[in-house]
């Protein structure tokens, strides 16, 4: 703490209160060549200062006898405030009496007037001030035994004190983790790994002496750093990687670093490390990058996506999921048909408000929450084609999106069979919308899955077709009913010819793989029309509808009826 303290050029404060003026002027210049000093008349003055807090008062010289508010009050005062009862006090007095009655109530020593030997004030101090200090951190246990780094209680503690005189200084919080550490230790032994931690420690302990920073080992392999802003770490933590590659020769172990750079000092120092630490962790398993920088937004987004996290469960259970209804339009007849409907979730957040899925879909997919979601909405759909089918007396099939992870339960065909059966369903009613990047991961497994599904009676439609890589060739092996292709073809499809080509080309496709094709996104009537001329079968797309409600969509409903009765019954 000195060495920081003094390398740093930064001081203590003391608070000098005498009503004399030159009593003030003797502890003045006997202290200031060491400290800071602030002055007070008399208690009332002290105490407004004290509770100012603009300084961190490290001693209280208080003399007793004053007007206004004397130092018995002052110290009575001390004595009952949370915040400010652990600054010492020296008393400054003439009378033995007092001196007693003084540390009774809890000054820490006393010093006689008149001033007579300047040394001996200065020495008592000092004394006084590092005891207090020394206190409140010795409480815990100082050190990590093997690294010789702070322990955690005492490094949070220490970095509390430096702030203290230091809350101008720009500070980084720096967490620093190894990657795969439980490695070392299965491969070579606990010996080696303790090694590297030691070794990391040794490093850690070198660089406070280059950049003035304090490091802590806060638990196995897990290092923090409170360190003066620099503006590049390239190459501060070089001899560290190099250290461990020359220890283990393995070329996964590896340091990742997490640095939170000027951290902000109006909130506590714990939390600047838990930011340090989520942008150390969002780097986890990324070969790519070892040092990462926390931004507030990168920040606000994983609180954010936090937050849904930890709500899904109870949005489930609340129903504050709702599924929407977007109709699919059959458009080579004489006026468009109903043909189906895509069900589509929103989430009803009671405090965030309305949630668009592409803000949590992919949050859920990556983490495997989505497959829960996805039993919601089959299950909802399910229901909605019975009930329609019940008010209305006709079938309108609804597609449903089938995740990645989906694909790969093993009692996938059961649970869809299961919702058919309890809403007196055929497979043909639910269409499943499986998206063709999930192809390309484990085509042949894929394959096996969605087989097994026709082979029930379900109809696969490729969601987002020309979207990811599937090559011609494995969509000629791959069993589809349906190509969905990618809003982007129909958004860019009148901007030239290359373009309108593009779509030509997918529906050619679809025509000669013998499978139907959707284009969805459709905004504009001359997309329809280009579209239609194409030969294109389905469409979908704010040209007909936004998703609505169940309760919106109705009126589709019936006027496919009307025309149907127009029709005499036949489509
Ligand atoms: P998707 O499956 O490709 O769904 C089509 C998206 O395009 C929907 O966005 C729909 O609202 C939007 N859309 C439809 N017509 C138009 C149009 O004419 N113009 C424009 N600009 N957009 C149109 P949404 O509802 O925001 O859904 C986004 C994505 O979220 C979906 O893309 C799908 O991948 C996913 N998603 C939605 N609901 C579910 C679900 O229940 N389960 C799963 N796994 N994914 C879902
Ligand atoms: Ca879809
Ligand atoms: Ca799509």
Redesign the pocket.
């Known amino acids: 703490m000195e060495t920081y303290r003094k390398t740093n050029g930064l001081r203590q404060r003391i608070l000098v209160v005498d009503d004399e003026f030159i009593n003030r002027e003797i502890l003045g210049n006997i202290l200031s060549r060491d400290y800071e000093i602030t002055y007070a008349e008399n208690g009332k003055e002290a105490w407004e200062q004290l509770q100012d807090r603009k300084y961190h008062i490290s001693l209280i010289l208080l003399d007793l006898l004053m007007p206004e508010m004397d130092g018995f009050q002052v110290l009575e005062r001390l004595k009952d405030n949370e915040t400010l009862k652990n600054i010492p006090v020296i008393v400054m007095t003439s009378e033995d009496s007092a001196e007693v009655q003084s540390i009774r109530m809890g000054a820490a020593d006393f010093i006689t007037k008149p001033y007579d030997m300047p040394e001996v004030i200065l020495a008592r101090c000092q004394r006084i001030i590092e005891l207090y200090e020394d206190k409140s951190i010795i409480r815990s246990a100082e050190k990590d035994e093997l690294t010789g780094l702070y322990s955690r209680e005492f490094f949070y503690e220490y970095i509390r004190q430096l702030e203290t005189y230091n809350d101008r200084r720009p500070i980084d919080a720096i967490v620093l983790n190894i990657d795969h550490f439980h490695m070392i230790n299965e491969m070579y032994g606990r010996t080696v790994g303790d090694e590297v931690l030691r070794r990391t420690g040794a490093i850690l302990l070198g660089l406070a002496d280059r950049y003035s920073c304090i490091g802590c080992r806060i638990d196995a392999d897990t290092f923090y750093l409170y360190m003066d802003h620099q503006d590049s770490y390239e190459g501060v933590f070089t001899p560290l990687q190099e250290e461990l590659d020359r220890l283990t020769q393995l070329p996964r172990i590896r340091f990742r670093i997490g640095v939170y750079p000027e951290v902000d000092k109006s909130i506590p120092v714990e939390q600047w490390f838990d930011h340090a630490k989520m942008t150390c962790d969002r780097i986890r398993g990324d070969y790519t990058r070892q040092l990462y920088y926390y931004s507030k937004e990168q920040n606000e987004a994983d609180l954010y996506h936090e937050r849904l996290i930890n709500d899904i469960e109870e949005a489930i259970r609340n129903r504050d ?1 709702l ?2 209804f ?1 109709p699919k339009y059959a458009i080579q007849g004489i006026e468009p048909r109903l043909r189906s409907a ?5 989430w009803k957040h009671p405090e965030l408000g309305m949630i ?3 803000d949590f ?2 949050l ?2 990556s983490n495997g929450l ?1 497959q829960k ?2 039993h ?3 299950k909802e759909a399910a229901h909605q084609i019975r009930e329609w089918k019940s008010d209305f007396g006709i079938e309108v099939p609804i597609s ?4 990645r992870i ?1 694909i790969y339960d093993p009692e996938l065909k059961e649970k869809l069979l299961h919702l058919l059966e309890e809403n007196g369903l055929a497979p043909e009613d639910l269409l499943l ?1 499986i ?1 063709e990047s999930a192809y390309s991961d484990d085509a042949q497994g894929l394959i096996e899955v969605v087989n097994d599904l026709r082979d029930s009676g379900f109809r696969i439609e490729m ?2 077709f020309g979207s990811g890589y599937s090559s011609l060739n494995m969509i000629t092996t791959i069993p589809i009913d349906v190509l ?1 292709m ?2 982007k073809f ?2 860019d499809m009148n901007k030239g010819e290359k373009n309108r080509k593009m779509v030509e080309m997918v529906v050619e496709i679809a025509k000669f793989l013998d499978v139907g094709v959707v284009a ?4 504009e009537e001359n997309q329809l029309v280009t579209l239609k001329d194409m030969g294109c079968d389905v469409i ?4 007909f509808s ?2 609505v409600p169940a309760k919106e969509f109705e009126p589709f409903i019936r006027e496919e009826i009307e025309k149907r009765e127009r029709e005499g019954g036949t489509c």
Not at 342 to 346: G, M, N, Q, S, T
């Open positions: 999921f599924v929407f977007q895509e069900a589509l979730v929103r668009s899925p592409g879909i992919p859920f997919e989505i979601l996805d919601y909405v089959w449903v999106n089938v995740s989906d919308e998206t969601d987002d969905k990618d809003m129909i958004r969805e996104g459709v905004e979908q797309g704010y040209y936004k998703p």
